[in-house]
């Protein structure tokens, strides 16, 4: 009970500070401060200048220098009644006593409707952020609506913003936030440690006030505490639903994802397989400009981890390990934006290429003209794609037929002699023998010649001489035999 006290009155005295800088901030431009929330609006005039800076409208006649309490009563009177009749925002158990008594607590309640109102609520309808992919504004609460602002505008891959608290303890996501409101303006949020929570606080918030126009209503000391007050935050952060930077902001380059390449076999839809030690590919950022890469991979049950390493000045080798049979999504992102094509699906498959067989292992014989075929048994091998192409002196378009399941029959008709390779992948992975040597040869292309095959006859005791000439018909051994 003692520790929800405690806390309770650390709230209390960060929205008291943070409260008096926000009604500060707004008067200013009249030149008017709050010194001390429960004594300064009791008289009510710096209340009403405070309406018609926020309401951009007059409240009318009142005595701006009250002497007597029925003055000040009148005062406060007025401009309860302008928020609750004139501009219909609801004030629960608040009356000008309470005002006018300096009841602290019930004060803090009026200001915070005011925030809410004038600040968050119109702040959520002027930005086109808030509108949902349907065109329709959202109807959370002003809090949801505000986080889903944030989350938005942030867009850090690999940290989901579940809060308006301790998430913003480390200085990460609201240096995140100004970057993302004026790109370029603190990119050094990309290298940002938790451990230096303050001093990334301080710097995003100073760069915020500088040249968002965003005042430091709330303390750095208050956004790194574990407690800090969530209506203070949720003050500090609606600032920048309206924030623009000024001209002159010292922004400085920033990457861009579409200049970002990416290749290799480990981010093709398929070809990547189980009995894999490990898939990989390539990011390349080459003209792309500063900025960092992330990568997040979702697997069939989770998450799966990918090292990420310098492979070059501008490209990085990515490699993860593809344990298990499933659908998996890769997101690449490059200076927190996705690069073109991410989300990238991959369908890692379960096979084992090297338990493909083939009827024709080794050197394979070919005649023009005739069909030739080698057929590949999968059914060891586990589920997988076979593919074949053939290379050779001309063109072949090879066919495949299956006449059970795994078993196929690759065949082909070359047309004219040499030397072709039978390229056989299962999967990505190449089956054992290929590419396989096709040494195809014309035996009609043959020509013998000399006095042994003149059909003249041969004397006896002669010698006969026969020649043959297979320059055209190919490379293959010849035999002769007389009978």
Request: glycine share 10%; hydrophobic share 35%; proline share 6%.
């Amino acid at each position: 009970m003692e520790q929800n006290t405690s806390q309770e009155e650390e709230w209390k005295r960060m929205q008291v500070k943070t409260f008096t800088r926000w009604c500060n901030a707004r008067l200013a431009v009249q030149q008017v401060t709050v010194e001390d929330l429960s004594t300064d609006l009791c008289d009510g005039v710096k209340l009403i200048v405070l309406l018609e800076v926020l309401s951009q409208k007059r409240l009318g006649k009142y005595n701006k220098k009250p002497r007597m309490h029925a003055q000040r009563m009148e005062n406060v009177e007025i401009a309860l009644q302008f928020i609750t009749q004139k501009e219909k925002i609801r004030l629960v158990n608040i009356g000008s006593g309470d005002i006018g008594g300096g009841n602290l607590k019930l004060i803090l309640g009026l200001i915070w409707t005011l925030i809410l109102h004038y600040q968050i609520s119109v702040g959520l309808l002027k930005t086109s952020d808030s509108a949902t992919p349907s065109g329709q504004k959202e109807s959370g609460s002003p809090k949801e609506n505000l986080l889903n602002y944030l989350e938005r505008s942030i867009r850090l891959p690999g940290r989901k913003i579940r809060n308006v608290t301790t998430d913003w303890n480390d200085g990460i996501l609201i240096a995140t936030l100004v970057d993302s409101v004026a790109s370029g303006l603190c990119p050094e949020c990309d290298e940002m440690l938790p451990e230096n929570a303050l001093q990334n606080v301080t710097h995003a918030m100073t760069l915020a006030e500088d040249w968002l126009c965003v005042p430091q209503v709330l303390h750095p000391t208050d956004m790194v505490n574990p407690n800090v007050d969530e209506l203070s935050m949720m003050t500090y952060l609606s600032q920048f639903l309206t924030a623009k930077v000024k001209p002159g902001a010292p922004l400085k380059p920033t990457g861009n994802p579409l200049l970002v390449k990416v290749f290799g076999p480990g981010i093709q839809s398929e070809g990547v397989n189980v009995t894999m030690p490990s898939a990989s590919f390539t990011i390349d950022t080459e003209g792309a400009g500063p900025g960092k890469v992330y990568i997040k991979c979702t697997g069939p049950i989770g998450p799966v981890k990918v090292n990420i390493t310098p492979d070059g000045e501008h490209t990085y080798l990515c490699t993860y390990v593809p344990s298990i049979k499933g659908s998996y999504t890769m997101d690449v992102y490059f200076s927190r934006q996705p690069i073109p094509g991410s989300p990238f699906v991959i369908q890692v498959a379960s096979y084992d290429a090297s338990k493909v067989t083939s009827s024709k292992p080794g050197l394979i014989g070919g005649r023009v003209g005739k069909h030739t075929t080698v057929t590949f048994d999968t059914t060891q091998a586990g589920e997988g794609s076979l593919s074949f192409e053939i290379e050779g002196p001309v063109e072949i378009h090879p066919s495949c037929m299956s006449k059970q399941p795994g078993v196929f029959h690759v065949d082909f008709k070359p047309s004219k002699v040499g030397v072709y390779l039978l390229q056989a992948k299962y999967g990505s992975m190449m089956v054992p023998g290929s590419p396989f040597t096709i040494n195809v040869t014309d035996p009609a292309k043959i020509i013998a010649s000399g006095t042994g095959v003149t059909g003249q006859g041969v004397a006896i005791g002669k010698k006969a001489e026969i020649i043959v000439d297979a320059t055209a018909a190919g490379s293959a051994r010849i035999d002769a035999k007389i009978t």
